[in-house]
């Protein structure tokens, strides 16, 4: 491991594999034998997805956080993305409380930025590692923030691209608070805070 993990990251990793059946400890946030053998069932899972295709550096990284099922979805569409012509990464993936609360932060309480998210720590499916944010570029490789009529007519070519594929995704996009970068698993209808119950219980929630 190249880095020192704190309980909360281990604890996270563990409700993350119980709910996919990989994990069969308890949720005690201590790095023990069970605990390695789901991480290497999860490395040996996400590897064979990468056959559907694979991407930059930041987009693999954002990839490797997420639920095995959003990985396969993440690639899908990213696949897609690449056929139809879209220069797509994603530039944002699963997200602890702590860095959920840290992104809320900015642009209120006198902190610099805009504000990009109304979430706070643990009400956002990002920290659930079944949602991620798509960017997409021009040719020239420039970031298109969606801050124009032509940048959010892209955004919404690709999902509905992604729509005729089939690919069972939800957009951002069709929320009365728009988000066009974000896609997620589909949650049933069910709300952030039954998910975040059932995420923290190591119980399935997709």
Not at 16 to 37: A, I, M
Request: charged share 25%.
């Amino acid at each position: 491991m190249g880095q020192k993990l704190t309980r909360e990251d281990v604890l996270f990793s563990q409700r993350l594999w119980k709910c996919q059946g990989l994990y069969r400890g308890v949720l005690d946030g201590q790095w023990g034998p069970k605990t390695e053998s789901a991480a290497r069932e999860a490395d040996l899972a996400a590897a064979a997805l990468r056959k559907i295709g694979t991407f930059d550096g930041r987009t693999e990284a954002a990839i490797a956080g997420l639920h095995l099922l959003a990985q396969e979805r993440a690639r899908r569409l990213l696949d897609l993305a690449r056929t139809n012509g879209f220069a797509a990464k994603i530039i944002s993936g699963t997200r602890t409380y702590a860095e959920q609360n840290a992104l809320y932060r900015q642009g209120r309480f006198g902190n610099p930025g805009p504000r990009v998210t109304k979430a706070r720590g643990g009400q956002s499916n990002h920290n659930f590692a079944i949602a991620w944010d798509i960017g997409l570029f021009d040719s020239a490789g420039r970031y298109l923030a969606g801050n124009s009529d032509e940048e959010l007519a892209e955004y919404r070519r690709l999902a509905a691209n992604v729509r005729a594929s089939g690919l069972e995704l939800e957009w951002g996009g069709d929320w009365k608070f728009v988000d066009v970068p974000h896609y997620q698993l589909p949650t049933g209808g069910r709300s952030v805070s039954e998910t975040r119950k059932l995420f923290e219980a190591g119980l399935p929630y997709v």
